[in-house]
């Protein structure tokens, strides 16, 4: 025994409302775990470095990149 709901005019059962429901579900968090990988890269890239010179980029790309190897350091 189905119980069957009316929706648009046509009979549907819960059976079919449930299938449908997962089936959503299922694919709704496949594509947002899916864009989040790519997300991922550019969060890894950082914000971009607004410099008024060279001089001041390349200084703080090189402070950055002490700061990383110092903290890697730390944590092992």
């Known amino acids: 025994m189905v119980v069957q ?3 648009a005019g046509r009979q549907v ?3 079919i409302l449930a299938i ?3 089936g959503l ?4 968090s496949y ?12 969060k890894a890239q950082g914000p971009p ?3 008024s010179s060279a001089d001041e ?3 703080i790309k ?3 990149k002490n700061a990383e190897k110092e903290e890697n350091t730390q944590k092992h």
Not at 25 to 28: A, D, N, P, S, W
Not at 31 to 42: H, K, M, N
């Open 5 to 7: 709901y009316t929706i």
């Open 13 to 15: 059962g819960s059976h």
């Open 20 to 22: 449908a429901t997962l």
């Open 25 to 28: 579900t299922g694919v709704l």
């Open 31 to 42: 594509v947002s775990l899916r864009s989040s990988s790519s997300d991922a890269a550019v």
């Open 49 to 51: 470095i607004k410099a």
């Open 57 to 59: 980029e390349s200084f």
């Open 62 to 64: 090189e402070f950055l």
